[in-house]
């Protein structure tokens, strides 16, 4: 993808997983039949929501640090059952707006690529977005900065001119690490997740919110959350 002419050169940075589609329904499905397969209690619930964000692998190991191998494989195996998420209302005609300004588009998760490039395809997006960095490419994963600078470099970006929106603990705290921009993707969080975050300045709640944000000229003022 060719930057427009009258495009400011910046590029936004996308968290997959509640982010751009809406994944947690089939992940609370999937990690529900992990606690009946393995006769796990309500704290490996609790364990498991409150490590949202993290790679798999290290969500298991805080959920149970002596059988996580087996929690890992469990939870891939039923969750290649479950079908696609569902895309976020707003998000295809947020990428294909960005994508007309010629802003460039990348996708960093600490989901495998092979599932990511998948879902993508699934909703008619994956050709929109010029990087995917997956939980495999790029060591050490999330929260540390790796895979979101590196996708940065690789969309030729400055730091500076890098926007990064996500859902989670975990993508505040990969772009604080990075000094990169980070925008809350709150379109998707409860009520309850949302008060968690009350101390971030940068919000948006619904997708289209992020337009103005990449494509308006900076003013050094920021922008706060949305009302």
């Not at 397969?37 to 949202?52: I, Q, V």
């Not at 998000?91 to 588009?105: D, F, M, S």
């Not at 540390?144 to 859902?167: E, F, K, Q, T, W």
Request: proline share 7%.
């Amino acid at each position: 993808m060719t930057p427009s002419p009258n495009s400011y050169h910046r590029g936004l940075v996308f968290d997959f997983d509640g982010t751009l589609v809406d994944s947690y329904p089939l992940i609370e499905q999937a990690f529900a039949h992990v606690m009946r397969t393995h006769r796990l209690d309500d704290s490996a619930r609790e364990l498991f929501r409150r490590s949202r964000g993290l790679p798999l692998p290290e969500q298991m190991k805080l959920v149970a640090p002596e059988m996580w191998e087996e929690l890992v494989a469990t939870y891939r195996s039923v969750d290649a059952t479950l079908g696609h998420a569902r895309v976020f209302r707003g998000i295809p005609t947020l990428v294909r707006k960005l994508e007309r300004a010629g802003v460039p588009l990348g996708v960093v998760s600490c989901k495998r690529r092979a599932l990511i490039e998948a879902e993508l395809e699934a909703i008619g997006l994956r050709s929109y977005f010029n990087v995917v960095i997956g939980y495999e490419d790029v060591t050490p994963p999330k929260p540390a900065p790796d895979p979101l600078l590196a996708a940065i470099a690789n969309l030729g970006l400055a730091r500076s001119s890098a926007i990064y929106v996500g859902d989670s603990m975990v993508d505040l705290q990969t772009g604080r690490a990075a000094r990169v921009r980070t925008v809350l993707a709150a379109w998707g969080l409860t009520p309850e997740l949302r008060a968690a975050f009350g101390r971030h300045r940068l919000w948006a709640t619904r997708p289209s919110e992020m337009l103005a944000l990449v494509l308006t000229p900076p003013n050094g003022n920021g922008h706060k959350r949305a009302a």
